[in-house]
């Protein structure tokens, strides 16, 4: 199994598109809430497209991409998880909600075990993402995300036309 | 660690955009590295070397600060 897609990144015209699916999802959702929908599977089908949607937008190039960007995803991603932590142990602090303290010391404990595995097998493919130049694994990825997406619009659209 | 990008660039009479092109990287990025905000790649520092026909350490210039512990 090769493991490039961890490391590499989808490109420009996965951000786009995943950028202007995550927006058309979100506007259906804020549509079906004010028209009173409460269909909860397709609210929360919905909200799986979104999500897609911004991961294809997240995990992606930019038009030129080059190692200026390399570190504003590094401080972005940096601050996006001390964000999510204090956010984590705000809830946990006001609501004692316990299932979201898990997710922080287990989104804590992934990122050890991988940071510690690339420091004692210093694997290259984490050194790669600019150098790969053919039709990488991440690729693959976010074209199937794209058909997802594509095809779940098209099962709303007849959804719709039923009504 | 200074840099002569700019004194270069105005002796080819290049703009920043065209040499982010040359280099496929953004003109953001010249400009960041003009301005000494970001350092580049020694991959990167290379290509805009061999772009202005000059030696890497004429064109990059450590300064006392940069033998600091980062």
């Known amino acids: 199994m090769k493991f490039s897609f961890l490391s590499s990144l989808g490109d420009f015209y996965s951000k786009k598109l995943g950028l202007i699916m995550a927006f058309a999802w979100l506007v259906v959702e804020i549509v079906l809430r004010i028209h009173g929908v409460v269909d909860k599977p ?31 995803r590094y401080f972005s991603f940096k601050t996006t998880m001390l964000i999510f932590i204090l956010t984590v142990v705000a809830v946990y602090s006001f ?32 050194f790669k993402e600019n150098t790969i130049k053919s039709r990488k694994n991440s690729d693959y990825l976010f074209i199937m995300l794209a058909i997802i997406q594509v095809g779940f619009a098209m099962f709303w659209i007849s959804e719709i036309l039923k009504m | ?51 202005f026909k000059v030696k890497i350490e004429e064109l990059f210039i450590l300064e006392d600060k940069d033998w600091e512990i980062l």
């Open chain 1, 95 to 126: 609501k004692y909600n316990v299932e979201s303290i898990y997710y922080a010391i287990g989104t804590l404990i992934v990122y050890l075990m991988i940071y510690y595995f690339c420091v004692f097998f210093n694997p290259d493919f984490i």
């Open chain 2, 1 to 51: 660690m200074k840099n002569l990008i700019k004194v270069e660039r105005a002796r080819k009479s290049i703009t920043q955009a065209e040499l982010a092109d040359e280099l496929k990287v953004s003109r953001q990025t010249i400009n960041s590295i003009e301005l000494e905000k970001f350092i580049p790649s020694t991959v990167l520092a290379l290509k805009i070397a061999a772009f």
């Open chain 1, 42 to 72: 397709m609210i929360g089908a919905t909200n799986i497209m979104f999500l897609s949607g911004l991961i294809m937008a997240v995990f992606s190039k930019e038009k030129t991409d080059d190692e200026r960007f390399l570190a504003i």
